[in-house]
């Protein structure tokens, strides 16, 4: 030991005086080596094996699911008009959409948010309507006028959105009263279609 009691050495800790080896050996005497027993032990579990290229593809879906390539050419009704029916539904049922057969049980507001912010907000709120029997909605998109270059970039998202989601069955552009181009009337699917 040093001076200052504690043990000298670099390990900081104190050698194993002959003392204690002798204290061990005789503790230890009369153990014997196990024998083996014949048996054979499995080996301890694999971990399986991390698909690291699923989990790049599930990460990669997730990200193009959240920038939908839009084709801006694409039109689902007149020149500017936001409409889409489901295949086999009548086309009356644009014709009732637009002249407010319907009447709104709620409302979505998508001002002012990002894409990926609307997307979210509207599958939240197709969610809570689903969840609540709401057979027809506003969504107001705006018309873009707060976008760069002006152009209303949410609505066409909207509608992108909007034809992919099962439970809707129409959309269209709201009626000048309802928002105009600001805007989309939806009809969704009732709990027993």
């Not at 032990?41 to 879906?61: F, G, T």
Request: with cysteine; glycine share 8%; hydrophobic share 35%.
């Amino acid at each position: 030991m040093s001076k200052g009691g504690t043990p000298s050495g670099n390990s900081g800790m104190a050698p194993v005086e002959a003392e204690d080896r002798a204290l061990f050996r005789a503790a230890t005497q009369d153990v014997k080596p196990i024998t083996p027993h014949g048996r054979i032990l499995p080996p301890p579990p694999r971990i399986p094996p991390v698909p690291l290229s699923r989990l790049r593809d599930e990460r990669q879906a997730i990200l193009e699911s959240l920038h939908d390539p839009i084709r801006w050419d694409e039109e689902i009704g007149g020149a500017d008009e936001l409409a889409f029916v489901r295949p086999g539904l009548s086309r009356q049922t644009l014709r009732r959409l637009r002249r407010g057969d319907w009447i709104a049980q709620a409302e979505l507001d998508l001002h002012g948010l990002t894409r990926i912010q609307a997307k979210q907000e509207l599958a939240e709120f197709l969610h809570e309507c689903k969840r609540r029997g709401v057979r027809c909605a506003r969504i107001v998109h705006g018309k873009g006028l707060g976008s760069p270059n002006r152009e209303p970039v949410l609505k066409y998202h909207v509608r992108h959105w909007l034809t992919r989601r099962e439970e809707i069955l129409a959309f269209v552009q709201a009626r000048p009263v309802d928002g105009g181009a600001g805007a989309v009337m939806v009809l969704l699917k009732s709990a027993n279609y």
